[in-house]
C-alpha cells in the first residue's frame, strides 16, 4: 500500500464518523450525510496519490463532504426545507470544517446515541453502529451476521428510515435520561465487541467496539460503567494473538503462552479499571478478568478471588449464563463438586438445556472429578450441539485428548 493509501484508510478510519454526524446534523439526511463522506474517501483515492496528502487530511474530507452536499441540497432545492439547510451549511460558522471542538464532541455522541436508539431492535442498533458511526462496508456487516449484503441494506435502510418517520432526536439525553439511555449503548458496544471476540468472528468488530469505548469514556468522562467496560474489553482483547496455536485451534487460559499477551492493554485495563468502582455489572466482569490478565501463570491464578467477585455478579445479574460461569469458578476454587453443585442450580427450570457450554463445563468438572469416559461423552456432545466450527473443534479435540489419556 501507498503513502497515499495509507493515509486515505487512517484519515477515513479517523474522521468518517465526523463527518456523517456533522452533516446529519445539519441535513437531518442519514443516507445523504454517508454518500457524500464515502464521495470524498473516493476522491481522495484518486487525488492524493498523484497531488500529494493534504496537510489536514480529515478537514480536505470534511471540507469535500460538505461541499458535495451542497451541490445536492442545490439541486433539490425545490423544497423549502431543504433550502433552509443549505444556508445554514453556507454560513461560515456553522459549516462542520469550521466546527469548535465542542460541536465535534456532540456530533460523535448524538451519532452513537441516536444508532443505538432503544426503538430500534439490538442487531439493528449494532449493524447502524457499525455501519455509521464505524466505517465498515455493509458486506462486511452482512457476513458477520449471515446474511445476503441485500438483505443487509435494506435492514439499514429500514433503521435510518424508523429513526426519521419516528422523529427520534438526533442529541445525546441529559441528566436522568443519560442514566437510563447509557446501559443501552454498552449493551451495543458489548455485542459488537462480542461480534468480534467470538471464536469464529470478525477481530475488527472488537477493535471498533474498543475505539468506541475509549471514545464514550473520553467524552462522557466521570461514567464508571464506561470505565469497567473498557476494562473489562481490554483484558479479554489481550489474549487475542495468543488464543490460537500454529494450526489455528483454540487454547484455553490454561494452554496459551502468557508472553503473547499484549501488556500494553492490561496495563490500560488496569488504569481503567481504577476508574470503574466495584458495583456494576461490567465493572464486577472487568474485576474477574482482570484477575485472569494479571496473573503469572495458571497456577497463580486467583481462583477464590474470582469466585468471590461471582458471588457478586449474581447478585446484580442473576441470569442462567453468569450462574453457569459461576460454577466453573467455584469448582476451580473448591473442588469440581462445588462447581457441579452451582451447575446444577444454574440448569433448574431447564434455563441451561441445549447450550453447548454447560455441557462443556460440566464434562470439565467431571473429568477434574476423574470420570474421563463421562467427559468424553459430554465434550462430543456439545461439540454436536455448537454452532461455530472453531468451537466445535476445540471441543472435539478435548474429547480426543481425553479419549487418549492426555491432561
Known amino acids: ?42 476522491l481522495a483515492v484518486e487525488r492524493w496519490p498523484r497531488d500529494g496528502v493534504p496537510a489536514n487530511p480529515g478537514g480536505w474530507l470534511m471540507t469535500v463532504a460538505r461541499n458535495r452536499a451542497v451541490d445536492v441540497l442545490r439541486r433539490a432545492d425545490v423544497e423549502r426545507r431543504k433550502l433552509r439547510e443549505l444556508a445554514l451549511l453556507a454560513e461560515p460558522e456553522a459549516a462542520p470544517a469550521d466546527a469548535g471542538e465542542g460541536d465535534v464532541v456532540d456530533d460523535r455522541l448524538r451519532l452513537i446515541f441516536t444508532c443505538c436508539h432503544p426503538a430500534l431492535a439490538l442487531e439493528a442498533r449494532v449493524a447502524l453502529t457499525l455501519r455509521t458511526v464505524c466505517g465498515v462496508p455493509t458486506a462486511d456487516i452482512a457476513r458477520a451476521f449471515l446474511v445476503s449484503e441485500s438483505t443487509m441494506t435494506r435492514r439499514l435502510t429500514r433503521a435510518k428510515t424508523k429513526i426519521a418517520q419516528a422523529r427520534i432526536p438526533y442529541r445525546v439525553p441529559a441528566g436522568a435520561a443519560l ?11 458489548y455485542l459488537l465487541f462480542t461480534r468480534g471476540h467470538d471464536a469464529d468472528g470478525e477481530p475488527a468488530f472488537a477493535d471498533e467496539a474498543i475505539r468506541l469505548t475509549r471514545l464514550v469514556e473520553a467524552l462522557l468522562p466521570g461514567q464508571p460503567e464506561v470505565s469497567g467496560l473498557l476494562a473489562l474489553f481490554l483484558f479479554q482483547h489481550s489474549r487475542r494473538d495468543a488464543r490460537r496455536d500454529a494450526d ?36 464486577l466482569q472487568a ?10 501463570s495458571s497456577a497463580d491464578t486467583d481462583w477464590p478471588a474470582i469466585a468471590g467477585w461471582y458471588d457478586r455478579l449474581v447478585e446484580r445479574q442473576p441470569t442462567p449464563v453468569v450462574r453457569l460461569n459461576r460454577a466453573v469458578a467455584h469448582g476451580y476454587a473448591y473442588g469440581p463438586a462445588a462447581g457441579l453443585d452451582l451447575l446444577d442450580a444454574a440448569r433448574a427450570g431447564g434455563a441451561l438445556d441445549g447450550y453447548p457450554a454447560a455441557l462443556a463445563v460440566e464434562a470439565e468438572l467431571t473429568a477434574r472429578q476423574g470420570d474421563r469416559a463421562r467427559a468424553v461423552t459430554l465434550f462430543r456432545a456439545a461439540a454436536d450441539l455448537s454452532d461455530g466450527p472453531a468451537e466445535r ?15
Do not use: K, N
Open 393 to 407: 473443534r476445540a471441543l472435539r479435540d478435548r474429547a480426543d485428548d481425553l479419549a487418549g489419556g492426555r491432561p
Open 287 to 296: 474485576h474477574i478478568a482482570a484477575c485472569h490478565a494479571t496473573a503469572r
Open 1 to 42: 500500500m501507498s503513502d497515499a493509501s495509507r493515509a486515505v484508510a487512517t484519515a477515513g478510519q479517523e474522521s468518517f464518523a465526523r463527518i456523517v454526524a456533522a452533516l446529519i446534523r445539519v441535513t437531518g439526511d442519514w443516507t445523504l450525510a454517508e454518500d457524500c463522506a464515502q464521495e470524498a474517501l473516493a
Open 248 to 283: 489455528g485451534r483454540l487454547l484455553t487460559l490454561d494452554r496459551q503462552d502468557r508472553s503473547r499477551w499484549d501488556r500494553a492493554a492490561v496495563a490500560e485495563g488496569v488504569e481503567a479499571l481504577a476508574r470503574a468502582g466495584q458495583d456494576g455489572p461490567y465493572a
Open 179 to 189: 442514566v437510563e439511555r447509557l446501559p443501552g449503548v454498552l449493551g451495543v458496544l
